[in-house]
């Protein structure tokens, strides 16, 4: 099994973040829909298999749920997919590097966030609406519970919420890059989702899944609550995967680097 170092990790993040900067505007809207999608079902099968475990089981749930949701990430990253999270990370590496600029980075993250919403609000209007995967119990009463809970916090919890969430899928990106083979890949993001699911961080491309599902369900939650949300999250994710993840290890190994070799032939070409 092939395994990257930290220094050429923060290399291939780098060269990842500049090319997803170079998508096509038409990729960026696909693949920023499956992400959504991907992430959205990995929601939907956390809620299906925890909603009606016992309640002597306690946090046991929010362990099982973990366990099942990186299946999004997971498609993300292997099957193909543009997430915003982890494109706050990966784009502002190639943006500390000085390979991407900053009206590239902030439309990437602008284009991708609205094509990750309609792949959430797809997943959340048709498997859970339509469908009804989310509106009969036990499962109405969990996402309900979940998008309630969601909003009913502060600002302030939800950005610090936001902060630990990135800072994890961030890292679950990250241990991906670290790995040449797909189980290696499978691991490494593995464990980073679970502990964020688990622990109950907030996700800003999960919240555009759970909380519109429980509007759909008539919970009595508004767009107004879903968009103060998306606020502080959005914020907190950024800060999670662009300073606590890329920023760091920025500063640690490619600050003072010698430009790699794709860096090197993009600066022949623009000279």
Not at 12 to 23: E, M
Not at 35 to 46: T, V
Not at 152 to 162: E, K, N, T, Y
Request: glycine share 12%; hydrophobic share 55%; charged share 10%.
């Amino acid at each position: 099994m092939g395994f990257q170092s930290p220094q050429q990790i923060s290399q291939i993040a780098a060269d990842n973040g500049v090319k997803k900067a170079s998508f096509s505007l038409t990729a960026m809207l696909i693949l920023g829909f499956l992400g959504g999608a991907f992430i959205s079902i990995g929601y939907l099968l956390s809620i299906r298999i925890t909603a009606g475990l016992p309640p002597e089981w306690a946090t046991l749930g929010n362990l099982i749920g973990g366990a099942v949701f990186p299946i999004g990430l997971i498609l993300v990253v292997i099957a193909g997919g543009e997430l915003v999270t982890g494109n706050m990370m990966t784009v502002a590496m190639g943006f500390f590097t000085k390979r991407v600029t900053l009206s590239k980075l902030m439309s990437n993250w602008i284009i991708i966030t609205v094509a990750n919403f309609v792949g959430a609000l797809f997943v959340a209007y048709v498997f859970g609406h339509l469908v009804g995967l989310t509106e009969t119990e036990p499962y109405l009463h969990k996402t309900i519970a979940t998008a309630q809970g969601k909003v009913d916090a502060s600002f302030i919890q939800v950005l610090l919420s936001g902060i630990g969430c990135n800072w994890l899928v961030g890292l679950a990106i990250w241990m991906g890059y670290s790995a040449e083979d797909i189980s290696g890949k499978i691991i490494g993001i593995w464990f980073p989702i679970m502990a964020f699911v688990a622990i109950g961080f907030q996700h800003v491309v999960a919240n555009m899944f759970v909380i519109p599902a429980a509007i759909f369900a008539g919970s009595g939650i508004s767009w107004g609550d879903y968009f103060a949300n998306f606020v502080p999250v959005f914020i907190g994710n950024v800060i999670g995967g662009a300073i606590f993840v890329s920023a760091a290890y920025w500063a640690s190994y490619l600050k003072n680097a010698p430009l790699s070799q794709g860096a090197t032939n993009q600066k022949k070409k623009a000279s």
